[in-house]
T-cell receptor, first 111, second 115 residues
C-alpha cells in the first residue's frame, strides 16, 4: 500500500486566499484524522471522521476551517480566508484498529 | 478528560548513553498505548504499541517500553542511543474499550544525540 497520501506537500499563499489540503487514507481504513503541528502549540487534533462522518471537530480553530470526507478514500481540509497564523504543517492520519498511520504532511505558509 | 504527560521536554545525550523517556497518562480504564517518533522534517511513525499481554514491549530500532499499570506509566527505553535517534518522541493513549481510534498525544520529547 502507498500509505496515507497528502497533497500538496508545500503550499505558499497570501493572506485572505482560500487553501485546500487533500488527503487519501490507506485503503480499508475507516477513521481519518486531521492534525496541525506548530512549534508553539505542538501537535493538535483538528477533526476526525469515522466511516466518513465527522465525530469530533472540537479542535477546529474557528469557522474559517472546514473539513469534508465525501467518500472513504478522500478528505479535504479547507481554510477560507487564510491568515499568517495558520502557517503550520498539517498532517492527515488514518486508522482501522487503533494504530494511526500518518501522511507526509502539508507545509502551509501564509504570507 | 484523558491526558498524557511527558515530563522530559528536551533530552541531550552522547552516543552509547542509555535513554529513558517518561510517559504518564490519566485514564484509569483499559488503555492502548503508543510511542511515535518524528525525525527532523518527517511525519510521525510508530515505534511500538501496547494493547495487552506482556507489559514489556519491544519495538523497532532497539526501543522498548514497559507498561506499569499501577503507575499509569509507559516509559520508553533504549540501552544505547545512536546519533540517528535524534528526533522528537510522542507518547499517546487510546481508550482501550472505546469504539474510537482517537489518540491523546503528549507534548513530545525532543532528543538530541551527539557523536
Amino acid at each position: 500500500d502507498a500509505g496515507v497520501i497528502q497533497s500538496p506537500r508545500h503550499e505558499v499563499t497570501e493572506m485572505g486566499q482560500e487553501v485546500t489540503l487533500r488527503c487519501k487514507p490507506i485503503s480499508g481504513h475507516n477513521s481519518l484524522f486531521w492534525y496541525r503541528q506548530t512549534m508553539m502549540r505542538g501537535l493538535e487534533l483538528l477533526i476526525y471522521f469515522n466511516n466518513n462522518v465527522p465525530i469530533d471537530d472540537s479542535g477546529m480553530p474557528e469557522d474559517r476551517f472546514s473539513a469534508k470526507m465525501p467518500n472513504a478514500s478522500f478528505s479535504t481540509l479547507k481554510i477560507q480566508p487564510s491568515e499568517p497564523r495558520d502557517s503550520a504543517v498539517y498532517f492527515c492520519a488514518s486508522s482501522l484498529t487503533k494504530e494511526q498511520f500518518f501522511g507526509p504532511g502539508t507545509r502551509l505558509t501564509v504570507l | 478528560a484523558q491526558s498524557v504527560s511527558q515530563h522530559n521536554h528536551h533530552v541531550i545525550l552522547s552516543e552509547a548513553a542509555s535513554l529513558e523517556l517518561g510517559c504518564n497518562y490519566s485514564y484509569g480504564g483499559t488503555v492502548n498505548l503508543f510511542w511515535y517518533v518524528q525525525y527532523p522534517g518527517q511525519h510521525l511513525q510508530l515505534l511500538l504499541k501496547y494493547f495487552s499481554g506482556d507489559p514489556l514491549v519491544k519495538g523497532i530500532k532497539g526501543f522498548e517500553a514497559e507498561f506499569i499499570k499501577s503507575k499509569f506509566s509507559f516509559n520508553l527505553r533504549k540501552p544505547s542511543v545512536q546519533w540517528s535517534d535524534t528526533a522528537e518522541y510522542f507518547c499517546a493513549v487510546n481508550e482501550g474499550r472505546g469504539n474510537t481510534d482517537k489518540l491523546i498525544f503528549g507534548t513530545g520529547t525532543r532528543l538530541q544525540v551527539f557523536p
